[in-house]
C-alpha cells in the first residue's frame, strides 16, 4: 500500500511542476513538497524509523555534493558575467545567421561537455546565449539544443556524465574503450536534431541591447581577460582535480571558486567599498538563480525516497523480467531516465547484473552509459542539464515537450541504432 501511495505522491508532485505555467505555482514550491512528502509517506509506512533517517543522512551527502556543485559552477559563472567576460568570447561570434550560430555553438557544447561535464557546461552556455540572442523564443530554441548537445557530450566522456563515471569507476567500462565506441552514435545523437532544426531556422538573431548599470563601473579589458581566464581554468582543473585526488567533483568547484574569490579581491584591491562590490563573489551570490538550486533539491530528495523504498530497484527487475532483451532493456532505461534521475536506474542495472554475467567493456555496460547519459533528454527535467536550462531560461514543460523532445528522441534512437549496427 506504501509504494503506491509514494507513487501517487510523486506523480501528483511530477503533475505540479508540468503544470508550473497553467497552475500559477512555481516548481521549485511543488518540487520541494513533493520531495518532503514522498520521505513523510516512507518513514510513516515504515517501522524502522532510525533506518530511514539513517537512509535520508545517505541520499543528503550525495545530494549536498550536487548541489555546491551547481553552487559554485552558477557563482564562477556569474562572476565572469559580472566583469564581462562573455564578451571574449560574443565579439569573436560575428554572425548572426541563426543557421550558423546553430553549427558554431552545438559543437562547441558537444566537446565542452566531454571536458567539464554536461551540467557546468549547460550554465556556461545558457549564459552564452543571453549575450547572443534577444528573443526569448529563440533563446529557449538554442536552449533546447544546448541541452541535446550537453547530454550526448557528456555521454561518451568518464568524466563528462555521473553515470558514465559510475559506470567507469564501477568497473564496467574503461575510459579510452568508451570514448571510442560511444563517440560516434554521441554525435549521431546531436547531429539528427541539428539538421533537423537546421531546416526550420531562418534568418538573423536579434542581439540584445547592453543597458549599463547604473553606478556600475566597468571592467578594464585586461581585468575581464583575467577574471575570464581564470574562469574557465578552474572550471577544466575540475575533472583534473577529481582524478588526481579523488575526490568528489564538487570539492574541485568550490576549490576553484575559493581561486575566483581570491583572485577578484586582489585584482580589485586598489579600488574603493562601492566599485568592488558589483564585481565581488558577494554580489555573484546574490544574483545566482537560488529557486533552481532549491528545484534539484526538491525532485533530487523525492527520487531518493523511491530508491529507498525499492521502488527503481523493482523496476529495473521488473525490466529484467518481462523485456529480457538487453538492448530493449537499455533503450527501455532511457526512456526512463527522463522521468526519473538516471543514477538510482544505473546503480540498480550495476547491482543486479554482475560482472561475471557481463564483462568489462561488454555490449550492455556501453549502450547503457549511452541510453542513460542521452534519454534524459527527452523530458526537460530529465537531466541535470535540462533542470538548469529551465531555471536559467524559465522554459516550461510543455514548450520543451512540444518543440524539443521530438529532435532529442529523434537523437536518441538513431544514435542508439548506429552503436546497435556498429556492434
Not at 550526448?152 to 559506470?167: E, F, Y
Not at 564585481?279 to 531518493?304: E, M
Not at 534519454?375 to 524539443?404: D, H, Q, T
Amino acid at each position: 500500500m506504501m509504494e503506491w501511495i509514494l507513487i501517487f505522491v510523486f506523480v501528483i508532485g511530477y503533475a505540479a511542476i508540468t503544470l508550473e505555467h497553467s497552475i500559477k505555482i512555481d516548481k521549485s514550491a511543488s518540487a520541494l513538497l513533493t520531495g518532503v512528502l514522498c520521505w513523510v509517506v516512507y518513514v510513516m509506512a515504515t517501522s524502522d524509523k532510525e533506518m530511514v533517517t539513517a537512509q535520508l543522512d545517505e541520499h543528503m551527502a550525495g545530494i549536498a555534493q550536487i548541489l555546491f556543485f551547481l553552487l559554485g559552477a552558477m557563482v564562477i559563472v556569474e562572476l565572469i558575467d559580472a566583469h564581462d567576460g562573455f564578451e571574449i568570447v560574443t565579439e569573436r561570434i560575428r554572425t548572426t545567421r541563426k543557421r550558423a550560430l546553430l553549427w558554431i555553438l552545438m559543437p562547441i557544447t558537444f566537446f565542452l561537455s566531454a571536458v567539464l561535464d554536461n551540467l557546468t557546461t549547460t550554465i556556461v552556455m545558457v549564459s552564452l546565449l543571453r549575450k547572443i540572442i534577444a528573443d526569448p523564443e529563440d533563446r529557449m530554441l538554442f536552449a533546447g539544443m544546448v541541452v541535446i548537445a550537453a547530454n550526448a557530450g557528456g555521454a561518451w566522456s568518464p568524466m563528462g556524465d555521473v553515470t558514465t563515471t559510475m559506470l567507469w569507476t564501477g568497473g564496467q567500462i574503461s575510459a579510452a574503450n568508451i570514448i571510442r565506441m560511444l563517440i560516434l552514435p554521441s554525435a549521431v545523437c546531436l547531429l539528427l536534431p541539428s539538421l533537423a532544426v537546421h531546416f526550420r531556422l531562418k534568418g538573423n538573431v536579434e542581439t540584445p541591447v547592453v543597458v549599463p548599470e547604473v553606478n556600475k563601473i566597468p571592467s578594464t579589458p585586461q581585468e575581464r581577460k583575467w577574471v575570464f581566464g581564470i574562469g574557465v581554468a578552474v572550471l577544466l582543473f575540475v575533472p583534473v582535480f577529481k582524478t588526481v585526488t579523488h575526490l568528489p567533483p564538487f570539492m574541485g568547484v568550490l576549490l576553484g571558486l575559493g581561486v575566483m574569490w581570491l583572485a577578484t579581491e586582489l585584482i580589485h584591491s586598489g579600488k574603493d567599498q562601492a566599485d568592488r562590490s558589483p564585481l565581488s563573489v558577494v554580489h555573484a551570490l546574490r544574483k545566482i538563480d537560488t529557486p533552481s538550486i532549491l528545484f534539484f533539491l526538491g525532485i533530487l530528495v523525492a527520487i531518493s525516497a523511491l530508491e529507498s523504498a525499492h521502488l527503481l530497484v523493482e523496476l529495473a527487475t521488473w525490466l529484467d523480467r518481462s523485456v529480457g532483451n538487453i538492448t530493449a532493456i537499455g533503450i527501455s532505461i532511457g526512456f526512463l531516465s527522463a522521468i526519473v534521475d538516471n543514477v538510482p536506474l544505473v546503480a540498480a542495472a550495476q547491482g543486479m547484473y554482475t560482472l561475471e554475467q557481463y564483462p568489462h567493456d561488454h555490449f550492455f555496460w556501453e549502450f547503457l552509459a549511452y541510453c542513460a547519459g542521452t534519454g534524459g533528454s527527452a523530458l526537460i527535467i530529465g537531466s541535470a542539464a535540462g533542470v538548469a536550462a529551465m531555471g536559467m531560461e524559465n522554459i516550461s514543460f510543455f514548450w520543451y515537450l512540444k518543440r524539443i523532445t521530438p529532435l532529442a528522441v529523434l537523437g536518441y534512437l538513431g544514435g542508439a541504432l548506429v552503436y546497435v549496427l556498429v556492434q
